[in-house]
């Protein structure tokens, strides 16, 4: 009878959920070590959960059968999820789990009268198959094993070092396919943290790319302390965004103060603002100097 094999890498503590919080407010990217750390940290973890990850091509797995060190094997499954097994030649365990799996080699050596009553172990050592696309404004972008059945957006982005601190967008948009279709959502980031926003959090399909764009921005010149490009945060007004420039130089005045935009047309327009206008991305704010 087949022995289920669980292994530490697919459980999920309290500790780990908070670390998926820090994780998604990164202050500073990753340095090569870093990433070269969460790379081994996913490697370790795709041992999954044998009742839940399902095995697919490009997953590497390593056999283990108690008492016949000669049926202990490493296999690579191929694009038909396919193994070549000893004895049993051509086995196919692409879509199945590795519980499923561990149990269809024991029923196949049964029945060909190769082991008594085998034991099966079947560890997935590298993750290939379920993957997912991190791309934008994160720690370190790559593609990353979707080691467990049920893995949320967040989890996927703590893997990718979380967004990049004063770079990345507060929204993320996930495309894939859905039902043969499909499939783009956008995802209000720090909704997913309010009360009752936790449904934002979708579940990531493999073959799914998260993208996270660059954080939306405004641009400061004329007489101002710090002129230059600056996050738009949201609701900023014209007032804010003066503050955040350090405000008006000795020679500037904010009286006669301009904001050029583009509009949907491409044609820019220049306006004078009131102090408590909201801000939008791309928006040019001029500070003129005082002629007094």
Do not use: C
């Amino acid at each position: 009878m087949t022995k289920p094999f669980h292994t530490l890498a697919g459980l999920r503590s309290g500790r780990a959920i908070a670390a998926i919080v820090a994780a998604l407010i990164l202050a500073v990217p990753a340095t090569h070590a870093q990433s070269a750390t969460v790379k081994s940290t996913a490697t370790a973890a795709s041992a999954a959960d044998p009742d839940m990850y399902r095995i697919g091509p490009g997953d590497s797995i390593h056999i283990t059968v108690y008492q016949s060190p000669d049926l202990s094997v490493d296999a690579r499954v191929t694009e038909a999820g396919v193994i070549s097994y000893p004895l049993l030649g051509r086995v196919v365990l692409g879509g199945l789990t590795v519980s499923a799996a561990e149990a269809h080699i024991a029923n196949l050596l049964r029945k060909g009268e190769f082991v008594k009553e085998p034991q099966v172990m079947i560890v997935v050592s590298q993750v290939r198959a379920n993957q997912v696309n991190v791309l934008g404004q994160v720690g370190h972008p790559g593609r990353f094993p979707l080691d467990l059945a049920g893995m949320r957006m967040t989890e996927v982005l703590a893997l990718a070092g979380g967004v990049a601190a004063g770079a990345g967008s507060d929204t993320v948009v996930l495309v894939g396919q859905r039902d043969g279709r499909s499939f783009r959502k956008e995802v209000d980031l720090p909704k997913i943290f309010s009360p009752g926003g936790s449904e934002d959090d979708i579940v990531v399909a493999p073959g799914d790319t998260i993208w996270v764009d660059r954080a939306p921005q405004i641009y400061l010149y004329g007489e101002i302390q710090h002129a230059g490009v600056q996050r738009l945060e949201r609701g900023m007004t014209v007032m804010q965004a003066v503050a955040a420039g350090g405000g008006a130089t000795p020679r500037g005045t904010l009286k006669g103060l301009r904001v050029s935009r583009r509009g949907a047309d491409g044609r820019v327009q220049t306006f004078e603002p009131s102090m408590e206008d909201t801000l939008k991305d791309g928006d040019v704010m001029f500070i003129r100097e005082s002629l007094f």
